[in-house]
């Protein structure tokens, strides 16, 4: 069966995502310390690819991703600096995009749980105010989205059955 | 209006659950204000208001009976903001389905090394 993702708002200022991997967390916090290991499953979109993945995993450290639109060239690109290093359980960093359309930073915070050979990871975004949060959300992660989602489903599914095609 | 603006409007309009419940109510079928107001503990202008937002966002639509003037689900609307959605999903759902690959991987390379 597929590991579910969800992701919720939190707070005023969070936004919570969790996903369970079949694997150890050694291997799950590997994945996203090792710049080998990150570029291989970390950008998502079809069509791009990521010349900069560089990774200064300490604290203080900073790290640099950029992925490239192999179509037209475009480049988008962020960054951040790490502040706790708890191999293999806890990862915190700073993150901010080169074109940011929010303010501030946000701080993420890595949780990763492991019971019986499978882990848990929790990922919380926590943005400066609850208006970039909320700006966040608009451009891609709506907040009435995330919260409804669910229940959107409901009721896309009772519109379908209404309306059958 | 905008397609994003009018996906912000869509999706704001979603947020709250008593606007979810109307479009719920809708799906099976076009009702007056008074009877989507009946399942509710809420005032009737403020049912009205809840339908403003929906009607804004371009989710519900007024019929032409002069006194009843009942409101029904616009789907398409509904669909497209769907659409928005499954691609954001599709987008997180890809990037920890390779790291879920990935991890066999790293797991099954493990298992070689004695």
């Known amino acids: ?165 | 209006m905008q397609a994003t603006h009018r996906l912000d409007a869509v999706f704001a309009a979603l947020a709250d659950p008593t606007r979810r419940a109307i479009i719920a109510r809708l799906a099976s079928g076009q009702a007056s204000v008074t009877e989507l107001a009946e399942p509710f503990a809420m005032s009737q202008p403020a049912i009205s208001k809840h339908l403003k937002v929906l009607e804004r966002a371009g989710l519900i639509s007024r019929g032409r009976e002069a006194q009843r003037r009942p409101r029904r689900l616009e789907a398409k609307r509904l669909e497209e903001a769907d659409q928005w959605l499954e691609r954001y999903r599709r987008l997180w759902e890809a990037n920890y389905q390779r790291l879920d690959a990935l991890l066999d991987d790293l797991k099954a390379k493990e298992r070689n090394v004695p």
């Open chain 1, 1 to 165: 069966m597929k590991n579910a993702l969800t992701i919720t708002p939190s707070g005023d200022r969070d936004l919570v995502m969790t996903r369970v991997f079949d694997a150890p967390r050694r291997l799950v916090y590997d994945a996203h310390t090792k710049p080998e290991l990150v570029r291989q499953w970390l950008g998502g979109l079809p069509g791009w690819s990521m010349p900069v993945c560089e990774m200064d995993v300490r604290v203080g450290g900073k790290y640099r991703w950029v992925w490239k639109s192999e179509r037209d060239g475009t480049m988008m690109g962020m960054g951040g600096v790490y502040g706790e290093v708890k191999a293999p359980e806890r990862l915190v960093s700073t993150e901010k995009f080169d074109e940011a359309w929010y303010p501030g930073e946000s701080l993420n915070t890595l949780v990763l749980v492991e019971q019986g050979g499978r882990t848990t990871l929790t990922q919380t975004m926590r943005y400066e105010s609850r208006e970039a949060r909320e700006a966040v959300l608009k451009s891609g992660m709506e907040e009435g989205v995330v919260a409804s989602f669910d229940r959107l489903e409901e009721v896309l599914a009772a519109t379908a059955n209404a309306n059958p095609r």
